[in-house]
């Protein structure tokens, strides 16, 4: 796991208490730079680029990319230097032949051999599945999507200064 502001504390509460699925079962322990769950320890890193971490010497085959920040094939490209053979990333990739699937509307077209998966954007995951069901059902020649989200950090708000 690796997140490069979180300490293990703090994701061993997020785990323990998830706003959506609910309480873990399982304790969730916060011990030397890691977690521990029923005995299997989970190493936290604190990495800010793909170079930093240690996949090849701890085994990483698959990755999977929460960042939003590796979001083009060469950017990925530092995982597989690093032996990782597939990389799912959870947000749109914009090139590097990924192959863009939404659970239950293309996942079909996984079929093991794509090195790089995208799981389109979290707006695509929302609308997808509910156009598949009303297109498939009624047909729809035209539409339109309004999507109102809340400011990021990413974004400057004005009299301040952007970073």
Same mark, same amino acid.
């Given at each position: ?9 703090? !994701?061993?509460? @997020? ?5 959506? !699925? ?21 190493? @936290? ?12 010497? @701890? ?18 490209? #530092? ?55 009303? !297109?498939?059902? @009624? ?19 004005? #009299?301040?200064?952007?970073?």
């Amino acid at each position: 796991l690796n997140d490069p502001v979180g300490d293990a504390e703090q !994701h061993a509460l @997020l785990m323990e208490f998830d706003s959506v !699925h609910g309480r873990w079962r399982t304790p969730v322990v916060a011990a030397d730079s890691a977690l521990d769950l029923n005995g299997q320890r989970i190493r @936290l890193m604190h990495e800010k680029t793909i170079e930093a971490l240690p996949l090849a010497e @701890l085994g990483v085959d698959l990755v999977i990319d929460c960042t939003g920040v590796f979001k083009t094939g060469a950017k990925i490209a #530092p995982y597989y230097a690093s032996g990782v053979k597939k990389v799912v990333v959870s947000a749109p990739v914009k090139d590097g032949g990924a192959l863009n699937l939404v659970y239950g509307v293309n996942h079909d077209l996984y079929d093991g051999s794509q090195r790089l998966i995208t799981a389109a954007s979290c707006t695509t995951n929302c609308l997808a599945p509910i156009v598949k069901v009303i !297109h498939e059902n @009624l047909i729809i020649r035209h539409g339109s999507i309004t999507t109102i989200r809340d400011r990021s950090t990413a974004q400057c708000r004005r #009299p301040h200064r952007c970073r």
